[in-house]
């Protein structure tokens, strides 16, 4: 059974910093393409980054430059650095990892920006 436990997240004033965490007790963690999606009151959840196992990157628009999404397959956990912090960027913030067709989620963390 796949399981995803995600922390880091929590109240930040906005410029600032966090990094979200997504542990993944899964076999052949390096084979997955893992991604964060984020969910704001009233909106649909929305891809915010992916990395596939060969190492292509993908992060939203509105995202670029600010955030960047890692993996360390030894750890079987993927990371997503978020740097100036916008309070548009308030969200629960989920982690997926995908395996083939099926996708599999994580709890969700919480991210609120402060202006």
């Known amino acids: 059974q796949v399981q995803l436990v995600e922390s880091g997240g929590g109240l930040v004033q906005a410029g600032g910093s966090l990094r979200l965490s997504c542990a993944a007790s899964v076999r052949f963690f390096s084979a997955t393409v893992m991604g964060w999606y984020r969910q704001a009151p009233g909106k649909q959840r929305e891809l915010v980054a992916r990395l596939t196992s060969s190492g292509i990157v993908y992060h939203v628009d509105s995202v670029k430059g600010r955030f960047s999404i890692t993996r360390d397959n030894a750890k079987s956990t993927v990371y997503l650095q978020m740097n100036s912090l916008k309070p548009e960027d308030t969200a629960v913030y989920y982690c997926?990892?995908?395996?083939?067709?099926?996708?599999?989620w994580g709890q969700g963390t919480q991210v609120t920006v402060s202006s």
């Open positions: 997926n990892l995908r395996v083939g067709v099926t996708d599999y």
